[in-house]
T-cell receptor
Framework: RKEVEQDPGPFNVPEGATVAFNCTYS??????FFWYRQDCRKEPKLLMS???SGNEDGRFTAQLNRASQYISLLIRDSKLSDSATYLC??????????FGAGTRLTVKP | GAGVSQSPSNKVTEKGKDVELRCDPI?????LYWYRQRLGQGLEFLIY????????KSGLPSDRFSAERTGESVSTLTIQRTQQEDSAVYLC????????????FGSGTRLTVV
């Protein structure tokens, strides 16, 4: 099992749709979780941290399920500008943050 | 500076030559990471620096790769005797502290070995 695993997609959705991504991780002791966004040929940028109780930032909701060892990202009312690759990040140890390979999202008009 | 700065932004080199990539982290960020991203693939951890502690080199793919950092300042990643499979974007990121905080990435160095 990969340390951090994501469905590579691509997810192709129409504007206004709701889309959800999951990310599974192998280390049950992991404590820190993040979602990053990477636009084509650009560097990844922090989208949001993921807290145990779940957290929301506008149209974006992140959740953590420790029992099943996955985190999720929900995007509501998707916009064309949401098209990007979404990277899941999980810590595997004090110095080791592992990135998933990313899920590609394309929002179409 | 305001962000993580990397140079050069693009580098084309001949197979067998050595290259040096530079990363200038955000001031005050104690943690510095190097990642590699091949075209269409995810990020691959290379090396991690935290203050004056010994670096975590566990991700370096071969002994042709090395990196240095003096204190909490600039880091250089050196690739000796470059091979075509070294072609990738090399991303540097810094963080206020290890592990639990988000990273800020530089815009990367796109290395092409011909």
């Amino acid at each position: 099992r990969k340390e951090v695993e994501q469905d590579p997609g691509p997810f192709n959705v129409p504007e206004g749709a709701t889309v959800a991504f999951n990310c599974t991780y192998s280390n049950s002791a992991s404590q820190s979780f993040f979602w990053y966004r990477q636009d084509c040929r650009k560097e990844p940028k922090l989208l949001m941290s993921v807290y145990s109780s779940g957290n929301e930032d506008g149209r974006f909701t992140a959740q953590l399920n420790r029992a099943s060892q996955y985190i999720s990202l929900l995007i509501r009312d998707s916009k064309l500008s949401d098209s990007a690759t979404y990277l899941c990040v999980v810590n595997m140890g004090p110095n080791d943050m592992r990135f998933g390979a990313g899920t590609r999202l394309t929002v179409k008009p | 500076g305001a962000g993580v700065s990397q140079s050069p932004s693009n580098k084309v080199t001949e197979k067998g030559k050595d290259v040096e990539l530079r990363c200038d982290p955000i001031s005050g960020h104690t943690a510095l990471y190097w990642y590699r991203q091949r075209l269409g693939q995810g990020l691959e951890f290379l090396i991690y620096f935290q203050g004056n502690s010994a670096p975590d080199k566990s991700g370096l793919p071969s002994d042709r790769f090395s990196a240095e950092r003096t204190g909490e300042s600039v880091s250089t990643l050196t690739i000796q005797r470059t091979q075509q499979e070294d072609s990738a974007v090399y991303l540097c990121a810094s963080s206020l502290a290890p592990g639990g905080y988000g990273y800020t990435f530089g815009s990367g160095t796109r290395l092409t070995v011909v």
